[in-house]
C-alpha cells in the first residue's frame, strides 16, 4: 500500500513539499538568500552483481541464441517420441527470459551512445573544421563521435537506470542513484529543492537542479557548492540569472599535526588555466568569500547525516529514475516536516 501511494502520488507529494516550503516562509522560518547544494549516493533497489557490460551481454545473447536453439530440438524430439520432460519447458522459458532482458540491455545501450554521439557531433565538427583551416603540420586528427557503446559500458539487469557508484577512491562500487538536495544556508537547514541523476559526477546537474527553485519558492541570491561542482558553463549559467555561485576550486589538503595517515607522495598541484577558475580561486582566498562558504559544510552535510543515521533512509525502495525521484522527494518532505517542528519548539 506504502509502495503504491509512492508510485501514483507523484504531483500530490510535489506539491506539498512546495507548500510546506511556502509556509516556512511565511512563518519566517525560511530565509532565501545563501543556499548550500550538494550529493550523497544512495543505494538502488538493485544488486551489483546484476549489472553487466556491453561486451558480455553481446557474448551472453550469442550463448543463449545457441542453447534455445539446442533446447527447442529436444523439444520436438520430446513430441516425437511422446515422452513429457517437465523440466524443458521451464528450462527454455527461463533462458528465453533471460535472452529478452539481454536485448532490451543491448538496445538501451546502444541507443544512449547513438543520442551521446548526436549531442557531441557539432562540437567535433567545429573541431574538424578548425584542423581542415590548418597549414603546414597539423597534428592528429580529432575523432569523430563514436555511435557503438564501449566494451566496459555496464548496465543493471535489474534496475538499468541506475549506475556502478562510489563515494570515493577509498569505498566500494554500489549500485547506486546521486541524489542532490539544496539546503538553506541561513538558520532553518530546510531542503528546498531536490534532484536525483544517475551519473557520479555533481557537476552536469548543478544549474538545473539550483534553478528547478525558479518555479516554487524562487531563486537564492548566493549558492555554495564543493570542488565536485566546478563548471564553467553551469556557473555562467547561473549568473545569467543573478545567482552568485561560490565554488571550491581544488580539494584542500589540510592535514592535523599528529595524522594517523602517512603523507602522500609529492606530486604537482593541479595547474589552473581557466579565467573563471583562477577568479574563483582568488575571491575565495578573501576573508568575507571564505567565512561565507564555510557554511556550506555546516549546513547541508548534516542533512545527509540525519536523513541516513536518524531517519534511516539508505535506499530506494523503487526502480527507475523517475519513480527514485519521487521517493526522494517524499523523504526531503518527512525532514523539513520534522525539521519544522523542531524550530517552531526551539
Known sequence: TIATFRRTNRTAIEAAFAQVLLLARETGLLRLG?????????DADASKYRSVRY??????????????????????????????????????????????????????????????????????????????????????????????????????????????????????????????????????????????????????SFADTVLSMEDTIGLPEIVLADTGYASGQAVRKLREKGIDPLVAIGRPCARRAYDFRPRPEGREPRRITEPWRLAMKDRLETTEAGDLYRLRKQTVEPVFGIIKSIMGFRRFSLRGLAKVTTEWTLVALAYNCKRMARLQTA
Not at 34 to 42: L, N, Q, W
Not at 150 to 169: G, V
Open 55 to 204: 561486451d558480455r551481454i553481446r557474448a551472453l545473447r550469442e550463448q543463449l541464441a545457441v542453447d534455445i536453439a539446442k533446447l527447442m530440438d529436444q523439444a520436438e524430439h520430446a513430441d516425437a517420441t511422446d515422452s513429457d520432460p517437465q523440466a524443458l519447458p521451464e528450462e527454455l522459458a527461463r533462458r528465453e527470459t533471460l535472452k529478452a532482458k539481454l536485448d532490451a540491455a543491448c538496445a538501451r545501450l546502444e541507443a544512449d551512445a547513438k543520442a551521446q554521439a548526436e549531442t557531441a557531433r557539432p562540437a567535433y565538427e567545429k573541431k574538424k573544421a578548425a584542423y581542415d583551416a590548418k597549414t603546414g603540420r597539423r597534428g592528429r586528427a580529432p575523432k569523430p563521435p563514436d555511435e557503438e557503446p564501449p566494451p566496459d559500458r555496464q548496465i543493471s539487469l535489474t534496475d538499468p537506470d541506475s549506475r556502478l557508484m562510489r563515494r570515493s577512491d577509498a569505498h566500494e562500487f554500489r549500485q547506486a542513484y546521486n541524489a542532490q538536495a539544496v539546503v538553506c544556508a541561513e538558520g532553518s537547514q530546510l531542503i528546498v529543492t531536490t534532484g536525483v541523476v544517475a551519473t557520479s559526477a555533481d557537476a552536469p
Open 34 to 42: 545563501v543556499v548550500s547544494i550538494d550529493g550523497t549516493k544512495i
